[in-house]
Structures are given as structure tokens and as C-alpha cells.
């Protein structure tokens, strides 16, 4: 009776072995997959920003070339991004009012 247990225990533990040994595998193709992925993102990227350099370039020559400070624009782009453009963006009025006057003002 020793010997059966024995059997079917070593069994049991050469299918889950097996089991196992697929979930690797599929876990390795899947790793592969990312890693390809990433690399042709990565390259993908190394190329923008070649092109974003590049434009850069070009678009500083064009700024001295017709007398524009472009850090000064960039400055008041940044501003204008952060303050509130719409009135619903504003905050109320301190006083707790909605900042409209009342009829008899």
C-alpha cells in the first residue's frame, strides 16, 4: 500500500512540475514580448527626440533670425496656462458673496 501513495504523490508532483513548467514558459514568451516591446518604444522615442532636436534648431534660427526672445514668450505662455481663463475657473470673493452686485447697488 506504501508503494501506491508513493506512486500517485510523485505523480501529483510531476503534473504540477509540468503545470509550472508551462506557466514559465508562457511567463518567458510574455517577458520577450515586453522586452521587444519596449526596445522598438525606446527606439521610437530616440527618434522624437532626434526630431524634436531638430525642430528646436530650427525654430531658434528662425527666432534670431526675425529678433524674437523666445524664453520670453515661453515665460508668458506659462503664465497665461496658469492663471484662470474662464470666470466658472475663478475663485469666489473672500467676503462669501458670489461677486455679482445685489439689484439695489
Not at 528646436?56 to 496656462?81: T, Y
Amino acid at each position: 500500500m506504501g508503494l501506491g501513495n508513493t506512486a500517485k504523490k510523485l505523480q501529483r508532483v510531476a503534473d504540477m512540475a509540468e503545470t509550472l513548467y508551462q506557466k514559465v514558459d508562457e511567463l518567458r514568451s510574455q517577458v520577450n514580448d515586453v522586452k521587444a516591446h519596449v526596445e522598438t518604444t525606446s527606439r521610437k522615442v530616440d527618434r522624437i527626440e532626434r526630431d524634436l532636436d531638430d525642430q528646436r534648431a530650427v525654430l531658434d534660427a528662425l527666432a534670431r533670425e526675425q529678433d524674437i526672445d523666445v524664453d520670453s514668450l515661453l515665460a508668458e505662455a506659462a503664465i497665461e496656462e496658469a492663471e484662470p481663463t474662464d470666470i466658472a475657473d475663478a475663485e469666489p470673493p473672500a467676503d462669501g458673496t458670489d461677486g455679482t452686485a445685489s439689484p439695489g447697488e
